[in-house]
Nanobody, 124 residues
Framework: QVQLVESGGGLVQAGGSLRLSCAVS????????MGWFRQAPGKEREFVAT????????SYADSVKGRFTISRDNAKNTVYLQMNSLKPEDTAVYYC?????????????????WGQGTQVTVSS
């Protein structure tokens, strides 16, 4: 069974930075595309960023483009989300997800495994 564990969330002031990590169990991490999604109170879960199996291809939601960076370390079975210039509207629970496919995707329905989420709160 594949397990995903997020860490790195917390409270930060607007304009600050956070780095989220997602550790993935199992021996096949390098064959998964990975994604980050978020869900704010009262809103549906939305796509944030995705990365393909090798790390050579990434995609971002327009709302975070230029501020967030997704990366992965296949040797450490870990995917990261570096978040800079944070805004209050970035406040949400952030979820890491793994898809049994090589290419990344913006569609949550294509992901097979999900973490429990980590809270990010940005104060104004």
């Amino acid at each position: 069974q594949v397990q995903l564990v997020e860490s790195g969330g917390g409270l930060v002031q607007a304009g600050g930075s956070l780095r989220l990590s997602c550790a993935v169990s199992g021996r096949t991490f390098s064959s998964y595309a990975m994604g980050w999604f978020r869900q704010a109170p009262g809103k549906e879960r939305e796509f944030v960023a995705t990365i393909n199996w090798s790390g050579g291809s990434t995609s971002y939601a327009d709302s975070v483009k230029g501020r967030f960076t997704i990366s992965r370390d296949n040797a450490k079975n870990t995917v990261y989300l570096q978040m800079n210039s944070l805004k209050p509207e970035d406040t949400a629970v952030y979820y890491c997800a793994a898809a049994r496919r090589l290419g990344g995707s913006t569609y949550s329905s294509l992901y097979d495994y999900w973490g429990q989420g980590t809270q990010v709160t940005v104060s104004s």
